[in-house]
């Protein structure tokens, strides 16, 4: 199984900066796309960024300009940089992963998630 470890939320004034981490650990044999998603009350979950393996980004719209995603394949971790923060960047911030893992029956890639990390941006 592969486990994702989110940290680095918390509560910042609009304007200010945070940056989160997830790092995956278990019995994979990879680590393809990796990203961010994030959940406000009353809404549905959405994509932040998104990064493969070999750096390709993709941002949302909302945070292009101020959202940098990054990772490091040495340590399976990656990593949201979030600067000019606002209000409507409040949410649940969860990390996901497609591993490749091995079975008896061979190999396969599956999508894993964190347990999200709280953001809030309020003065």
């Known amino acids: 199984q592969v486990q994702l470890v989110e940290s680095g939320g918390g509560l910042v004034q609009p304007g200010g900066s945070l940056r989160l981490s997830c790092a995956a650990s278990?019995?994979?044999?990879?680590?393809?796309?990796m990203g961010w998603h994030r959940q406000a009350p009353g809404k549905e979950r959405e994509l932040v960024a998104a990064?493969?393996?070999?750096?390709?980004?993709n941002y949302a719209d909302s945070v292009k300009g101020r959202f940098t995603i990054s990772r490091d394949n040495a340590k399976n971790t990656v990593y949201l940089q979030m600067n000019s923060l606002k209000p409507e960047d409040t949410a649940d911030y969860y990390c996901?992963?497609?591993?490749?893992?091995?079975?008896?029956?061979?190999?396969?890639?599956?999508?894993?998630w964190g347990q999200g990390t709280q953001v809030t941006v309020s003065s």
């Open positions: 990064i493969t393996r070999t750096s390709i980004t």
């Open positions: 278990g019995s994979m044999v990879s680590i393809n796309d």
């Open positions: 996901n992963a497609r591993a490749v893992v091995g079975s008896v029956i061979g190999l396969s890639a599956n999508d894993y």
